[in-house]
C-alpha cells in the first residue's frame, strides 16, 4: 500500500501547474460572454470597421493563449 501512495504522490508531482490554462481559460470565457452581452444589447457594436478589428485581435490573442496554456501545462 505505501508503494502505491508513493508512486501516485511521484505522478501528482510531476505534473506541471494548470494555473496558466485555468486564468487564460478564465479569461477567454469572461470576454465571450462581454462580446456577447455587447452584441445582444448594442445592434452597431463594435461601431467601426478599428474597433471590429480589435475586437477579432483580442479574440485571437485570447484564444492563442489559451491554446498555448492548454499544451505547455499538458
Do not use: C, Q
Not at 3 to 16: C, H, T
Not at 32 to 53: E, H, K, M, Q, Y
Amino acid at each position: 500500500m505505501d508503494a502505491l501512495a508513493l508512486m501516485l504522490a511521484a505522478v501528482e508531482e510531476a505534473e506541471p501547474s494548470k494555473t496558466a490554462f485555468y486564468v487564460a481559460g478564465g479569461l477567454l470565457a469572461v470576454f465571450a460572454v462581454l462580446i456577447s452581452v455587447l452584441g445582444f444589447t448594442r445592434p452597431d457594436f463594435p461601431a467601426s470597421g478599428g474597433a471590429a478589428r480589435g475586437v477579432m485581435g483580442l479574440s485571437a490573442v485570447l484564444v492563442v493563449a489559451a491554446m498555448t496554456a492548454t499544451v505547455l501545462t499538458s
